[in-house]
């Protein structure tokens, strides 16, 4: 007999972006582990992007419940469309107008944890007949959004006989931008109070980095397990340097905080210095990205060399990242950010193309690069190490030698082998 799964997730196809790939993967390669899969997901959900393409990869056995929910989004909307999308993916912008201050203040004062908090109450009465039908069961939960937490906290509450394990894509109240959401003192005591719950009522705590687990560990004594997110594409069969242009590239958002000014002065040297480099060079953007990036690639004077090519669907960005001669990953130069691992990382080593990151010290994604020999880690201090770090690829570049890298520690993060080990993680809630 198969055992049983429920997973309840915000994100899932068609929505886009990386946060759907986790649980949309683990949810393939379970059955064959022998578990049975349920997903509970969000009826007509207002998504901030849209992949239509990840809908096929819904595998057939594995089973759907749709609850309806009221997005506060959608009634945001008939403000400001642009702005309103922009705050559900994280665009939290510099000097915001009496309007957006106004949404920033209502999106973290009055909607605690986030916006989608109304949903909890609908899924709860939803998922009662799937507990009736099940015995023992074992139900996890994907934030953020981290109102998907608070399902399992009521069930913890009004049910026994199953296993709840609470996974964390993001860390709670010390992710990146929860500072600039204008949280009053009241709410933030809910936030800590509500994060508290969760991980102290949990079986079980998964997260996506070192880093996060370490702080759950000096507020819980929850046991909690690390399983990063991963790729599930082909790995590269060569290493050798594509064809065309010296192309940098850069998949996924890149927020006002996140703009790198080092990486885009030190461009602007190089191109001063070596007109050919400057004809040479193409820098291309995938994703959202904010105004205040793009001011600052014109004020260097690279917008002649910028592609910018938007939000592509997932085989696109992959594509994208197999064609360049070298992958951007960039992170917020702060403390907060040091557990950050973007999902994307997993498919850079896939595609066996050098990465440049850049972010701070000691952060858990430089130990990943590390280990797995994929690029080379900067921080924001090191100006011409970075400057001489390009210039060396562009040369490699020029005489047709940039090769990326390929090796056995990369396999590891793909999408079945991460499943074997959460299938060892849910045993070992049931010991």
Known sequence: MKKPVLIIAYYWPPAGGPGVQRWLKFATYLPKYGYDVTVVIPDNADYPVVDESLIEEIPEDVKVIKVPINEPSRWANSFSQKRTKNLQKGIVPKNPGPLQRAMIWMRGNLFVPDARVGWKSRVFKAIHPYLLEHENPTIITTGPPHSVHLVGLELKKKYTGFKWLADFRDPWTTIG?????????????????LEQEVLDSSDLIIVTSPHTGK??????????????????????RTTRQPSGAFT????????????????????????????VFKTDLKLQLAGNVSIDV???INKYGLDINLKELGYLFHQQAVELMFDSQCLLLIEIDSEDTKAIIPGKIFEYFASGRPIIAIGPQDANIENLIQHTHSGTYFNYQQKEELKKHILKKYELFKNGNNEGNLNDSIASYKRENLTGTLVKTIEFTWE
Not at 177 to 193: C, M, T, V
């Open 177 to 193: 931008y929860h500072k600039h959401l204008k949280i009053g003192a009241r709410a933030q005591e809910k936030h800590e109070r």
């Open 215 to 236: 702080e759950f560990a000096t507020k819980s004594q929850t046991p909690i397990q690390v399983i990063t997110n991963g790729f599930d594409i082909e790995m590269a």
């Open 248 to 275: 940098i590239s850069h998949v996924g958002t890149l927020l006002s905080d996140r703009n790198p000014q080092l990486l885009w002065e030190t461009l602007a040297d190089l191109c001063y210095e070596n007109p």
């Open 294 to 296: 793009l001011n600052s």
